[in-house]
């Protein structure tokens, strides 16, 4: 009785199946006349077959061109520490002789990333945590083997770093124009989750722009949806001409995995930090020398400000272009050379990218005026307790 019962539901099931793909893709169907006077109604497909099928080679060759020049990245730490018999204690008692000889105890723990060969001459782009504290690098390159890797340079502010691998005939890349990317387009993830190489996800760009999700300094994600899952990091997004648009870096998750929340990093800021790590070993910014943080409704309130719009600045360094030209914690900065600034993040990339040595017009907002005041834009300096780029704009 059972099995009848659910092989009759299997058929209602597959019927429907069937009458839903015959209405999506056998093409216009026709309602039956009922007499003279009905009605003709025509439907056409979601998608035309041939539509699909072009989309799905597109994806196919997108993977064939770009795969072989995405790698796995495996990383080393060697961590030292202490043993047991070479604590002070043990060595007061049994005076590091005898049985009980000092040692040292070595840990090696291991990780996994991606990376994408921008050039023929193995240079190899992926994101800064991927390598960070590696004491040995390798990259896989499919088809091609392993190959001991160098750490040219990795930057925390923007997460990208370069690495350098000696190869001959090496595939790579070549870098897209992020800018001209659309919310809605096709994109394609390559890379290596949970070490799986040469894995392929699509889907499309969900958002532009995104800012202030606390991944990094300098942030301006392009979101998408494509599945991107841990070890995906430091791997490609490209667009269906096989143009790298982005480094993927990182996910949005309550669950560890994938939630159809991804985030890259875009070709035009990658490229740039790229060519600035491979050259000098470094990045070039500008700096005026301020801390900022975001105007909230509440702020703009006690501000007088008409809404919440700028960003504040919070505290500013002694001595920096910022205090010589009379900017005081409390002041509200509105616009830079012109551009209304909206978030620390716009102001961070426009102070960044301006020329050094330079002259900027910034618009301040205190006690109720605006007024513009001339600020020189100077080299970020280092902070000589950490060694990174010195905290601020």
Known sequence: MFRRSENRVVG???????GLLVGMWVGPLRRGNSGSGGMEVEAGPVMPPQSLGSLSDAFAKVAEAVTPAVVNINTT?????QGLFNDPFFEHFFGGSGMLEPREEERRPQSLGSGVLISKAGRVV??????????????????????????LGSDTATDVAVVRIDGKNLPSVEWGDSDRLRVGEWVVAIGSPFGLSQTVTAGIVSAKGRADVGISGYEDFIQTD?????????????NVAGELIGINT????????YDGIGFAIPAGLAKRIAEDLIRDGQVTRGFVGILVRTITDR?????????????????????????AAGLLPGDAITEFNGIKVETPSALR?????????????????????????????????????????????
């Open 226 to 238: 494509a599945a991107i899952n841990p070890g995906n990091s430091g791997g490609a997004l490209v």
């Open 77 to 81: 730490r060697i961590i030292r520490r």
């Open 250 to 257: 990182a996910i949005f998750s309550e669950s560890g995995g």
């Open 12 to 18: 209602v099931v597959a019927a429907v199946l069937v």
């Open 349 to 393: 990339k426009l102070v960044s990218d301006a020329r050094l040595g330079s002259k900027a017009s910034l618009t301040r907002y205190r006690a109720g005026k605006l007024a513009t005041v001339q600020v020189e834009i100077i080299k970020q300096p280092m902070d000589s307790r950490s060694g990174r780029p010195l905290a601020g704009i």
């Open 126 to 151: 992926t994101t800064g945590h991927v390598v960070e504290g590696a004491n040995e690098i390798t990259v896989v390159v499919p088809g091609k083997g392993e190959y001991p890797a160098k750490l």
């Open 299 to 323: 702020l703009a309130a006690r501000l007088g400000l008409p809404r919440a719009a700028g960003v504040l600045v919070s505290n500013l360094y002694r001595n920096s272009p910022a205090e």
